[in-house]
């Protein structure tokens, strides 16, 4: 299920503030791409969507080829979010994205440590944003060659 | 004057008696000595006396005999108890006697006399030749009398020479009396004397081992008090890091979360201009002017951040070239300096112990400030100086070796009067439209120096330039001292670099 070269894939973003939502989906609107930008608000629903459990038990999700984190959210954090993902065997091959308006030192260190493909802080201005959300479809939808599934972390 | 003590007094006391009865004890012993020597004199005459007595005898019976038997053997006896006589009484005379004896003596002598029938006893010659008187004249009535008178002088003078002795035996008594008094009183007087000096100096010495004892208590209580007040003034300077530290970390946060609306604000606003810009027509300008209000806004929140990350999220002091620092910063700059057409010079600079980073921001910021700030009728020149000097530290109560620096323009200047208000976060001298700038650059500047227990100042005059002093440590006794304790009060150690100077 990761995408293949050409391929349109979902991005899973967790992002607990509507703002941020709201502009992430218009930034990547405007590339008018057919990569599908999906939300969760927390890491426990991010969890929960992709281990088909709670609210999705009922509907379960096709895993996202890339999933975008904020490290700041109600429940659980994105730093325990990314720690949980990547000790699940089924879920650990799926490139995490950090996107968050820290920009400390210990949270960058932490977040690579824990596994995360690259850390970003969220841009001021909205141009910067959609350059942005543009680079990261094109690099993980075009560029990278992802293991088929049933591979080891 | 020194204070003199009891047992000091009464050692005086008990020598001066001691010394005073010395004193008695010789001048008794003299006196003994003296009536001895009179006694024993007294003794020899009254000898004398009576020896002279036995030899007038002896002339009365050798005269007896020559007269009545015609003795040739009587004459010779007569001849030499003349003599004797004559001896005797010249013993007498050059004896030594005392004053109501002489009269006595004199009176005994001239009854000599009056039997040998002679003036004075000069007249007789010797060896004497004469004869006894004739029988004519020889009356022996007259003779006994005179005998008899002789006799009861000598009496007389063995008496009042008895007077005298028992006199002299009581002085003598007396005086060794004066000596068992004296010896007896000086012992009792010593050893009372002795005792009660023991007493004053076991006294004296209890009450200066209490006094030592005191002190020690005074001294320990005072100890007490120093550690008990140090303990209390480290307690209370914890209290004041960890406020500050609270406090810095609050500005930390607090710029961090100002962010995140501001970003929203821009994000959207950009939105809204793409969408609806040529909607809005003229009015778009609102919309530019809110923007660029929050980007300035964003602006000064990042260079909060960056001031007060200087303390909240520090780097540990290492060793840095300020060369390599210089050359980097001179780099950066490289195209305002070629813009502004400015000429630097710069001394070489040493390597002292301090945060790169921050080292790296503090000349960069001095440096594009004196770029920044040129006047136009001059030529802008920078010069960079630096020396190395020995300055007192008060805190520390040592010579520490300081750095030196100063940065020195040829720009527009400032007044006097804004000295301080320069390194003040946000506060500007110029309009934003004459200069650029948040206003952050001097008071981020100041603050880094005061991490590294530095100091900075600028002197300036209008159109004149301006020199700031940059004055740092070179070494550091902890690799990373806080600065909420080993900041100095401002101008301590330039006053001193100044001191130094002159």
Known sequence: MPANRGQSFTILMAEDDADDR?????????????????????????????????????????????????????????????????????LCLIPVVVLTTSN????????YSLGAASFLTKPAAYKDLVSMMSILSDYWTDLVQLPNSGGQC | MPKIRYWQLLFLLTALVIILNVVVVIYSLARVSQTQDAVQQARQIMMTIR??????????ISERDYLLWNNEDAQQIYRDSVAKVVEGVQRIRTSQYDGHTFAKLVGFESLLMRRLHVSSLDELSFPYAGTPSSLETWSIPENAALLQEIRSTILDIEQSYGVLLSSRNGELEASERNISIAVSLVTTLGVLGIALMYRALKRSLARQQRWETELLQQKQALEDMVASRTAALQFSNRELERSNRELEDFAFIASHDLQEPLRKILAFGDRLKARSGDALGENVDYLNRMQSAAARMSMLIQDLLEFSRV???????EQVSLNAVLAGVLEDLEESINASKTSIRADPLPDIQADSTQMRQLLLNLISNAIKFVSVEKTPEVRITANTK???????????????????????????????????????????????????????????????????IASSKVGHGTDFTVILPVRHESPDVDTASESLP?????????????
């Open chain 1, 104 to 111: 400390t030192e210990t949270d960058i260190v932490s977040s």
């Open chain 2, 390 to 456: 020995l300055l007192s530290v008060p805190a520390t109560l040592s010579d520490q070796e300081f750095l030196e620096l100063h940065v020195i323009d040829n720009g527009i200047g400032f007044d006097s009067k804004y000295t301080e208000r320069i390194f003040t976060p946000f506060q500007r001298l110029h309009s934003r439209s004459e200069y650029t700038g948040t206003g952050i650059g001097l008071a981020l500047c100041r603050r880094i120096v005061e991490r590294h227990s530095g100091e900075l």
């Open chain 1, 22 to 90: 709201l502009l992430a989906s218009e930034a990547l609107a405007e590339r008018r791409d057919s990569n599908k930008l999906v939300f969760v608000e927390d890491g426990c629903e991010l969890l929960e969507y992709l281990r088909s459990e709670g609210d999705y038990a009922a509907h379960p999700r096709s895993l996202p080829g890339l999933i975008l984190l904020d490290l700041n959210m109600p429940r659980m954090n994105g730093l325990e979010a990314l720690a949980r993902i990547k000790e699940d065997s089924r």
């Open chain 2, 51 to 60: 020896a002279t007595y036995s030899a007038i005898q002896d002339v009365e």
């Open chain 2, 490 to 502: 401002p101008g301590t150690l330039l006053q001193e670099s100044n001191q130094h100077a002159s």
């Open chain 2, 311 to 317: 303390t909240a999220k520090p780097k540990e002091f």
